[in-house]
């Protein structure tokens, strides 16, 4: 079974300051790896994904994350953190259930709070 | 382009009643996933559906159910509403599953009271 762990319910970061929001992930076959991002009252967004090839995958509003197999891991960075960043990011993980669905599995997110 | 459209909004029931919540998947996209997003927590997977047909189902009682329409639009019942069924409701909308990501819409927050 797959499982995402997200270490750190909330993050604080002062604003111009590196963004890291770290997840791990445990699946039996190769993994698909995402990262959302959800403001207050609305949806997710997606951010960027891992699916196959480059191990550094770069997303929107500056965000990137490396898929690291050996410490099974997909953390997701930002170089330097603006107040619109202030949202809670979910990492998920998905790979077939039985039946040939894809089932995505969502961590319990962190809330990223930037303080100017 | 129209994206996710999901109704209602919000929503307030009393124990026991009955819910219907309507998704419209983004033109072209032929799978729709739903999930439970209780406060503080991640989304938790309900179904998935592909070209009308369940998929997929995530560890949810038999209250829940849900249909996909030939139009590729989606519905999510729960009967029997219990206090713990009180959450935000999300559609998920793709071409065929979450592999790719997921388009997902604003969602409907359901209070059972």
């Known amino acids: 079974a797959q499982s995402v762990t997200q270490l750190g319910s909330h993050v604080s970061v002062s604003e111009g300051a590196l963004v890291l929001l770290r997840c791990n992930y445990s699946?039996?076959?190769?993994?698909?790896l995402f990262w959302y991002v959800q403001y207050p009252n609305q949806g997710l967004q997606l951010l960027l994904k891992?699916?196959?090839?480059?191990?550094l995958v770069k997303g929107i509003n500056g965000f990137e994350a490396e898929f690291k197999k050996s410490e099974t891991s997909f953390h997701l960075t930002k170089p330097s953190a603006h107040m619109s960043d202030a949202a809670e990011y979910f990492c998920?993980?998905?790979?077939?259930?039985?039946?040939?669905?894809?089932?995505?599995?969502f961590g319990t997110g962190t809330k990223l709070q930037v303080i100017p | 382009d129209a994206g996710v459209t999901q109704s209602p909004t919000h929503l307030i029931k009393t124990r026991g009643q009955h819910v219907t919540l309507r998704c419209s998947p983004i033109?072209?996209?032929?799978?729709v996933s739903w999930y439970q997003q209780v406060l503080g927590q991640g989304p938790q997977f309900i179904f998935q559906?592909?070209?009308?047909?369940?998929?997929g189902r995530g560890n949810f009682p038999d209250r829940f159910s849900a249909r996909q329409f030939p139009n590729y639009s989606s519905e999510l019942n729960v009967n029997a509403l219990l206090l713990g069924d009180s959450a935000l409701y999300l559609c998920?909308?793709?071409?065929?599953?979450?592999?790719?990501?997921?388009?997902f819409g604003s969602g409907t927050r359901l209070t059972v009271v």
């Open positions: 998920a909308s793709s071409l065929s599953g979450g592999n790719y990501g997921y388009t």
């Open positions: 891992y699916t196959t090839g480059a191990t």
């Open positions: 998920a993980v998905s790979d077939r259930g039985s039946g040939g669905y894809q089932k995505v599995t």
């Open positions: 033109s072209g996209h032929k799978s």
């Open positions: 699946s039996s076959v190769p993994p698909y």
């Open positions: 559906y592909y070209e009308k047909e369940e998929r």
